[in-house]
């Protein structure tokens, strides 16, 4: 069952932030099906290259990455004072994992692999909720 999210009233864009090519291919496939649009980024260094405040609704982020990690990426968003809302995805999904990543905002933690129904639905509430609402909620 795929979950359509283009039902929102604006055309958000999403940034898709993991080192591995197929990962960042099938989620962008997967948010194209829903209707949403998503830019692909090999790694957070790349992410920052091309950011600026306001240009994303969302980021979907891996945390274990060669160089600056998921968790200093969402660090470094918070540091910024961005309260853009992120989902983090992990092949190691454990307890500490968690907690570090909600701790420095992550609205949700998904295990590899994906449940695209399950992201989709996250999707969607990330977007449908109040943006000036703090990160983490």
Excluded: W
Excluded at 63 to 89: C, F, K, N, S, Y
């Amino acid at each position: 069952m795929v979950v359509k999210v283009s039902t929102l009233s604006n055309h958000p864009l999403i940034a898709i932030v993991d080192d591995d090519p197929d990962v960042r291919e099938a989620l962008a496939d997967l948010l194209q099906v829903a209707g949403l649009s998503a830019r692909t980024y090999d790694g957070a260094v790349a992410f920052f290259d091309d950011y600026a405040p306001g240009r994303f609704d969302l980021v979907v982020t891996d945390l274990a990455m060669p160089g600056t990690d998921g968790i200093e990426l969402l660090r470094r968003l918070r540091a910024m004072d961005d309260a853009l809302g992120a989902i983090v995805v992990t092949s190691s999904p454990d307890l500490a994992t968690r907690a570090k990543a909600a701790a420095q905002g992550a609205l949700a933690c998904l295990g590899k692999p994906i449940d695209g129904d399950a992201l989709l639905r996250l999707i969607g509430i990330a977007l449908a909720g109040d943006r000036n609402a703090p990160p983490g909620r």
